[in-house]
């Protein structure tokens, strides 16, 4: 079979139901193996050619929808929350006696480490349109514990998000074992080096991992929130309305776990937390010069 680098795929093994991209082609023990990334799904594979077939062109675009439709679904609950708080924020910081327009809001800032170049980008995107200010970094996982402590102090970020791909493998080992999963001791020595430059849980929020990721050893290295509570895969997407959600709730007020994650496409049995406070600042007045140069 002709499969290409970077070719689109599916693994009749499990009824093609998440979309690969291939990555690397590698010969193993005289066999041609494929290392395959989720094209929606925070996950990384590796195949027999003869367990994979390329997705046609109509399949893939019908998956797609079907993603895309879910997404926008999430889009759709989030801005609603964000409106809420929004609403609420308003009463609250004026008494509900001045006009609303006279104050102004500071958002949490985001720093995202990714290990996939492709996913940061959807995620960029999705910053963008939430409004979110963030500084995206593309890194392989390997290299993160090293790099994240440089990047800390210079983007001084209010939420820290470590992910990329992840798996794991019931060949290396249980599943409390670390050494059985691809990148989750990567993450986790990244989420302990960022805990030396800034310990406190609420000074900087973490959000880290991937699909299938050792979730216990997270929160325990020191993670707010992460994947994956029962290994299952996450979605690209998930990280960002996890962290959208900490950036727009005021900083006086906790968090509730299951607000987060009821939002998120995998829900709680991909994403888990601990009780954190919220990181946006409202201040006033809102003054724009150019009001005042007309007085």
């Known amino acids: 079979m002709n499969i290409k680098i970077m070719d689109i795929v599916g693994r009749k093994s499990y009824n093609c139901d998440i979309l690969f991209r291939v990555i690397d082609i590698q010969h193993i023990n005289g066999q041609k193996v494929a290392i395959l990334y989720g094209e929606d799904f925070r996950l990384i594979a590796d195949s027999p050619f003869t367990d994979l077939v390329i ?12 993603y895309r439709t ?3 679904q999430s889009l759709k609950l989030f801005e609603q929350d964000v409106d809420l708080l929004r609403q609420r924020q308003e009463y609250e910081a004026t008494g509900g006696y001045v006009k609303p327009s006279n104050y102004f809001q500071i958002p949490g800032k985001v720093l995202h480490v990714d290990g996939d ?3 940061l980008k959807k995620c960029m995107t999705l910053y963008e349109k939430i409004g979110i200010p963030v500084l995206g970094i593309h890194c392989n996982e390997k290299e993160m514990p090293e790099r994240i402590g440089e990047l800390i102090d210079y983007y001084r970020p209010d939420i820290l998000v470590i992910t990329g791909h992840d798996a794991y493998s019931k060949a290396k080992g249980k599943i409390t074992d670390i050494n059985a999963y691809r ?38 290295a020191g ?12 979605h690209a997407l998930d990280p ?56």
């Open 183 to 220: 990148h989750s001791k990567h993450f986790v020595q990244t989420v302990r080096e960022a805990r030396r430059k800034i310990p406190h849980l609420d000074q900087l929020v973490i959000f880290a991992g991937a699909c299938q990721s050792h979730f216990e050893s997270l929160i325990h």
């Open 70 to 72: 879910l997404e926008e």
């Open 55 to 66: 997705i046609d062109q109509n399949e893939r675009v019908k998956l797609e929808q079907e």
């Open 223 to 234: 993670a707010n929130f992460a994947s994956s509570p029962s290994r299952i895969n996450i």
């Open 117 to 119: 170049p492709a996913y």
């Open 240 to 295: 960002v309305y996890i962290v959208a959600k900490i950036s727009f709730t005021p900083f006086m007020e906790r968090i509730n776990v299951w607000d987060v994650l009821r939002n998120t496409l995998t829900g709680e049995k991909g994403l888990g937390g601990i009780e954190t406070k919220g990181v946006l600042r409202t201040g006033m007045p809102y003054r724009p010069h150019h009001e005042e140069e007309e007085e």
